[in-house]
C-alpha cells in the first residue's frame, strides 16, 4: 500500500478508536423479563446498554432489574425502529419514588415501591444513529438521581400494539474484550431485529464475494495457501465495508444527518481499506516474513475495525501461518 494511502488509514483507525466512547452502547438480546420475577437483570446499570426486546399486542409489559446506590445517576430511554401505532412507555419502580405519573393497571410493581410512569410520544422526525447505523425514534426517557439504595425495576408497556423496541440504559460507555470482538455480529441482528431480512442485510457482502470470485476465476492460475486466505479476508474486508455503506444509505432516508455520516463513513472506509490492503500482499509474489507480518497486522486491525465479520481477520491470522507455494498444476 502507498505511504499517503497508509496515512489516511492510520487517521482513519485513531478517528475510529477515539469515537465509540463517545457513541457505542454494548447490545444485550432479552430472553426473559415477562413479570418482575423474571425481569432481566443489568449487573452494571450505569455503564452504557442497549436492551434489544419485544411486547406482544397489550395490554402488555417487559421488566428490568437493576440495583443502584443513593445519588446515582439513572438514565434510560425508549425507541422504535420505525414510526406506526406502536408507542411504548416505561416505568420505574424503586426505593424512595413517588408516584408522579399514574401507572398503567396491567403493569404489576414490586411491592413497597413507588414509581414514575413515563408514557411514550412519537417523535415528528427520527434521529440518525451513526454507530449501527440506523435511524430511531426516540419515545420515553427517564434522567433522573436514584433517591435510596436498593433494586429498581424498570417496566416497558403497550395499551395496544406491540412491536420490537430498544431501551437505551446507562451512560458510562465501555467494552470489554469480547464485546468489542463480537460487534460485527451484534450489528448483524440489530438489523434483523429491526425487520430487515437476512438477505438484504448481506447483500452487499455477496455481491463482494462473486465479484472477486468471478475475477479470480479469470486469472486461470492456481493460488497458494497463503494468497487464497488473504484473498477471501481481503473481499470479506470490502464486503463489511459495502454493508455498512447501504446500511448508512437506508438510515439517512428521512433524517437529519450532519456530521454524524462522516463517523458512519470511517466506520465504512476502513474496512475497505483494509480490504484493498490484504489483496495486495495476498499476490505479492514473493512472501517472506515482512507479507506474514503484514497479514498478521491486518487482521489485528480488522478486529479493532469490526471488519470482516470476525471470520476475515481469522482467515488473515491463519493465512500469516500458511505455505506460500502454489500447488502444482
Not at 490492503?277 to 512472501?287: E, G, K, N, P, S
Not at 469490526?306 to 505455505?323: D, H, K, Q, R
Request: with cysteine; net charge neutral.
Amino acid at each position: 500500500m502507498a505511504p499517503g494511502c497508509r496515512l489516511v488509514l492510520s487517521v482513519l483507525l485513531i478517528v475510529l478508536l477515539a469515537t465509540p466512547p463517545a457513541l457505542a452502547h454494548v447490545p444485550l438480546f432479552a430472553r426473559d423479563g415477562s413479570s418482575p420475577d423474571a425481569a432481566l437483570a443489568v449487573e452494571d446499570p450505569t455503564k452504557s446498554w442497549v436492551i434489544y426486546d419485544t411486547l406482544l399486542n397489550g395490554p402488555a409489559a417487559r421488566y428490568y432489574r437493576f440495583r443502584m446506590e443513593e445519588g446515582e445517576r439513572i438514565y434510560a430511554t425508549l425507541q422504535v425502529p420505525r414510526p406506526g401505532g406502536f408507542v411504548p412507555g416505561m416505568v420505574l419502580a424503586g426505593p424512595g419514588i413517588g408516584n408522579p405519573g399514574t401507572v398503567p393497571p396491567y403493569v404489576a410493581l414490586p411491592e413497597g415501591t413507588g414509581a414514575i410512569a413515563v408514557p411514550g410520544r412519537l417523535p415528528e422526525h427520527p434521529e440518525y444513529e451513526p454507530f449501527t447505523p440506523s435511524k430511531l425514534y426516540r419515545v420515553a426517557r427517564i434522567d433522573m438521581t436514584a433517591p435510596a439504595a436498593g433494586d429498581y425495576t424498570l417496566a416497558v408497556y403497550t395499551r395496544g400494539e406491540g412491536g420490537n423496541y430498544a431501551l437505551a440504559l446507562g451512560y458510562v460507555e465501555s467494552y470489554t474484550l469480547d464485546e468489542w470482538i463480537r460487534v460485527p455480529i451484534d450489528v448483524v441482528a440489530i438489523h434483523r431485529h429491526e425487520g430487515q431480512p437476512l438477505l438484504l442485510i448481506f447483500a452487499p457482502m455477496i455481491v463482494v464475494l462473486a465479484i472477486g470470485a468471478a475475477l479470480l476465476f479469470r486469472r486461470r492460475r492456481s493460488l497458494s495457501p497463503f494468497a487464497l486466505s488473504g484473498v477471501v479476508a481481503g473481499l470479506l474486508f470490502i464486503g463489511s465495508g459495502a454493508m455498512t455503506l447501504m446500511q448508512m444509505v437506508i438510515a439517512a432516508v428521512g433524517t437529519d444527518v450532519g456530521a454524524a455520516l462522516f463517523l458512519t463513513l470511517v466506520f465504512a472506509v476502513i474496512p475497505v481499506l483494509l480490504g484493498v490492503w490484504a489483496l495486495l500482499v495476498a499476490f505479492r509474489r514473493h512472501i517472506g516474513a515482512g507479507e506474514r507480518i503484514a497479514m498478521a497486522a491486518l487482521g489485528a486491525l480488522a478486529l479493532v475495525a469490526w471488519a470482516g465479520l470476525v471470520l476475515g481477520p481469522v482467515l488473515a491470522f491463519i493465512a500469516a501461518i500458511l505455505p506460500a507455494r502454489r500447488p502444482p498444476v
